[in-house]
């Protein structure tokens, strides 16, 4: 995908952008002045602890916080702010989301098929009644579920099966872009595998563009193109997958994946954890910027520090 | 109960034919099929298997906390000449618990008392089964909070669970845990509900302590990366039954049994990028029927026939290494092992020769049908 270079379509454009939380005149900055693209078609990863903005900036493209400065463009159009009501339907069209906990994501008290079905009836959507059921027998057959299940209370499913549902949900509206919020971190060992490779299936058949936050890097490698490292509302390194996992730059990026827990008792006996000290930083004179140090490898850096990893390049 | 010293290594829990039942609106579900395991004094001894495959139901027989509608319905826990599965009152159960076996809870955020202190949650357990009063409670505890790693431990002391941070509190869970200087400590996936970074952290402490107050620890856990950094011993666990178990590195270089391939397989560090994952097929057996023959015959892709009429026994792979598969016959044809366990076979090959040591010492305990399945 990488041959493609700057030819490739942006489908997502982070500009700069801003949230805060709180009063006026105390507020607090979850996110400061993040800038990414998202490419069409690819798989674009977010990973932080907790408390890092990233399911902060995930709501925000889907436009459940507002964003305090910056600007969001979503296929050439700007999606922040006030939009007109056609615009905004469209967007709630476009962009889905998949969240992280399939057990308290669904209604429990209404059937499969409405679950599946609640989007189509927004306003704007004029449907049939029999157009509406078709599509999501479609949407269930997308995600391996049969059609019979439409009848059926979620109690009734296993974590995987409901997070199928949660999937199908977003799918039947026909999205471009998908935002998945820690889709498989609430899921079990053994039904992870099955919800990352049915993701990868439908953005095959769909041409899906898929934001992928996580905390869990092995899995971000695993299925991401790209990786962006959050850090307390900043941005710090963003590259493509192997290129961050063969040389993370960033001293926060190197702690994160040290950190990875391996499945192999001799690499994992023998790690050596790298921890991560902000004050390592001297931005007091001279505060870091955004900077691409080598083809589509950014990287939050001063002056000082930039000439250092270009030396480790 | 016996107090004699028991050395590191050797038997302090055995297990033998455990069997534990639930009862259901009438039903029956078989919560445990006769577990049979020895914990050896100072090990660490990992659980791993998928939910609802017993992990949490097993050791919570070592602690007496299983639900009401539950009970033993064979076999016995023997533990310092005590039969645990004969106890059944509270009185008997508070000699144990705490006391002997203590138990780290999975989430932080919910197994600590939002209206206490830190310190007084921590000097209750002190003070009840230490015997510490005033000063010296105090003392102990601050002692506690410096061992977890928990700095500052004066001004801490007078805190609630509220100020604390995620891994701050399970800090503070394990100091509790640790108050009276038990015997055997279980971590029921203490780190799942972490992050990652917090997470190393928190093994560390573990492991670090595990050597300071010379505990047995085991660990649930369905996570093979920390199961690969903690673990001496691992069990795998599937549909209430024990499937394989043997050291670290005997489980994850050399597994035998086609599940833990499974598990194994299906890790997305193990995976290929663009390439589908590994995925298990299927549910687990319903334990409210018996379970015929192998109970992961019906999810395996490879089965013999005899997977599906007979259970298997536990078969020796080498004096550490068991496991409950019939491929391990030496009538059976074999089958091909995975890509992902032959590579992963190859490289612990690879790095043993490196270190100059040799495998070798292994293989002449393994059966001849062994080599032929590679």
Known sequence: MSDEGNAREKLVEVDNISVQFGKKSRPFTAVDGVSFDIYK??????????????????????????????????????????????????????????????????????????????GLYAPGNDCTNEER?????????????????????????????????GIARAL???????????PISALDVS?????????????????????????????????????????????????????????????????????????????????????????????????PVWTEIEDGHFILANQEEIEKYKAEL | MEDNDIQKGETLISIKDLAFDFTLRGQ?????????????KGESLAIVGESGSGKSVFVSNLMGLNAQNGHVSGGS??????????????????????????????????????????GWQISEAVEMHRGLNGEAAKKAVYELLGDVGISNSERRYKQYPYEFSGGMRQRVVIAIALACKPEILICDEPT??????????????????????????????????????????????????????????????????PYTWALLSSLPQLGIKGEQLYSIEGTPPNLFYEVHGDAFASRNPHPLKIDF????????????HFARTWLLDPRSPGVEKPEHIKRLNEKYQELMKKNGESVSGQEPARTALEGAAI
């Open chain 1, 191 to 287: 039904i992870r595998a099955q919800v990352l490779n049915l993701l990868q299936k439908l953005q095959k058949e769909k041409g899906l563009t898929y934001l992928f936050i996580a905390h869990d890097l092995s899995v971000v490698r695993f299925i991401c193109d790209r990786i962006a490292v959050i850090h307390k509302g900043h941005i710090v390194e963003l590259a493509e997958s192997e290129k961050l996992f063969a040389h993370p730059l960033h001293p926060y990026t190197q702690a994160l994946l040290s950190a990875i827990s391996q499945p192999d008792p001799i690499a994992e006996k023998n790690k050596k954890l790298i921890v991560y000290d902000p004050s390592q930083h001297h931005y007091e004179n001279d505060p």
């Open chain 2, 77 to 118: 826990i023997m533990y310092r000449g005590l039969d645990l599965t004969k106890l059944t009152t509270e009185k008997e159960w508070s000699e144990i618990r705490g006391r002997r076996i203590a138990m780290i809870m999975q989430d932080p955020m919910t197994s600590l008392n939002p209206l206490k202190t830190i």
């Open chain 2, 192 to 257: 799942t509900a972490l992050d990652v970074t917090i997470q190393a952290q928190i093994l560390g402490i573990l492991k670090r302590l595990q050597e300071k107050y010379e505990l047995t620890s085991i660990y649930i856990t369905h996570d093979l990366g920390v199961v690969a950094d903690v673990a001496d011993r691992v069990a795998v666990m599937y549909a209430g039954d024990i499937v394989e178990v043997g050291t670290c590195n005997e489980v994850f270089y050399d597994p035998q049994h």
């Open chain 2, 309 to 320: 009429v007979k259970c298997p026994p536990m078969f020796e792979v080498t004096p550490t």
């Open chain 1, 172 to 182: 039947v509206m026909n999205p471009k872009f998908i935002v998945a919020d820690e």
């Open chain 1, 133 to 165: 059921e078709q599509r999501v027998i479609k949407a269930m057959q997308d995600v391996g579920l049969p059609p019979e299940f439409m009848s059926r209370f979620p109690h009734e499913f296993s974590g995987g099966q409901r997070q199928r549902i």
């Open chain 1, 41 to 118: 078609g690819e798989t674009f990863g977010l990973v932080g602890e907790s408390g890092s903005g990233k399911t902060t900036i995930g709501r925000a493209i889907i436009r459940v916080n507002p964003i305090s400065s910056g600007e969001i463009r979503f296929a050439g159009k700007r999606i922040s702010g006030k939009l007109s009501p056609s615009e905004d339907r469209q967007v709630t069209k476009d962009i889905q989301m998949i969240f992280q906990d399939p057990m308290s994501s669904l209604n429990e008290r209404a059937k499969v098929g409405y679950i599946v079905m609640e």
């Open chain 2, 28 to 40: 029956t579900l078989h919560a445990l099929r006769g577990i049979s395991l020895d914990i050896k």
